[in-house]
């Protein structure tokens, strides 16, 4: 955009400003106004063209190569997690169900949230008294897949 408004807003020799293109005494012009946009305009068509012949060299040459897409593994798992986290992936993919094994996580994680909300009711309790769970998960719940 900045490339196209310079023919606009340039100081004496932009469009605003009544910029017209010259020739000088000693035979040298001085693109101004209009040229100026036109010049301005191929000048960004040329960036245009130039990055998409060599995007599509970079990828016809990756998908020639193979290495344009992840491996089944990655995908089933997300290149994330697949390419940086502790997770070690043997077998066949349809083996892993992404849906038990993040409910896993998530049960024992409520699980530890319960237990750390019942020890800090039961600091705050004075003399034994009976403990109440006002943790925000039913364990159970979860437990049953009934969890809202």
């Known amino acids: 955009m900045g490339c196209i408004v310079l023919a606009f807003f340039k100081i004496d020799d932009g469009i605003f400003y009544g910029g017209k293109s ?9 693109v101004k106004g209009w040229e100026l946009l036109g010049i301005q305009i191929f000048g960004c068509l040329m960036i245009a063209l130039w990055s998409g012949v060599l995007c599509g060299i970079f990828f016809k040459v990756s998908m020639m190569l193979g290495v344009m897409r992840m491996s089944e593994e990655a995908e089933i798992l997300g290149g994330d997690l697949y390419y940086f986290a502790p997770i070690e992936f043997d077998g066949n993919p349809a083996d892993y169900d992404l849906a038990d094994i993040c409910g896993k996580i998530i049960l024992e994680s409520a ?11 039961e600091e705050e309790l004075e003399g034994g008294a009976a403990i109440e769970s006002s943790s925000k998960f039913n364990i159970e719940q979860i437990e049953l897949g009934k969890m809202n």
């Open 111 to 121: 699980k530890k949230l319960k237990e750390s909300d019942v020890r800090g009711k």
């Open 22 to 30: 010259e020739v000088d005494g000693e035979g040298v012009k001085s």
